[in-house]
Nanobody
Framework: QVTLAEYGGGLVQPGGSLRLSCAAS????????MGWFRQAPGKEREGVSC????????DYAESGKGRFTISRDNARNTVYLQMNNLTPEDTGIYYC???????????????????????????WGQGTQVTVSS
């Protein structure tokens, strides 16, 4: 059983930055895939970024490419999402999730249809609110 806890959300002005943290406990998650997702008011949850922890390979949604960076600290069992040049469209609840279902030889996944069909990302944090507003 994996427990995830997100930290670092808050209110930031457009153009500002935030770093979200996701601390994992309860299991060795070195072979998992980790993802960051967000849900804006009235919208469906969407994938933002993910990482295959075994080799650090990453993927990003188009909305975050060039602005967001996912990273990890294996010693602390923590995954981070550095978000720069934030816009009001980035407002939402941000969740981290751990995927123990995808075999390690496959990359991490952000496609919502694949995630839903294969029931990936079986562990979720409680979410942290990010509000970008002047």
């Amino acid at each position: 059983q994996v427990t995830l806890a997100e930290y670092g959300g808050g209110l930031v002005q457009p153009g500002g930055s935030l770093r979200l943290s996701c601390a994992a406990s309860g299991a060795s998650f070195g072979y998992y895939h980790m993802g960051w997702f967000r849900q804006a008011p009235g919208k469906e949850r969407e994938g933002v970024s993910c990482m295959r922890l075994s080799d650090g390979s990453t993927d990003y949604a188009e909305s975050g490419k060039g602005r967001f960076t996912i990273s990890r600290d294996n010693a602390r069992n923590t995954v981070y999402l550095q978000m720069n040049n934030l816009t009001p469209e980035d407002t939402g609840i941000y969740y981290c999730a751990a995927d123990s279902q995808t075999p390690d030889e496959y990359p991490c996944q952000l496609d919502p249809i694949i995630i839903r069909t294969l029931k990936l990302y079986d562990y979720w944090g409680q979410g942290t609110q990010v509000t970008v507003s002047s």
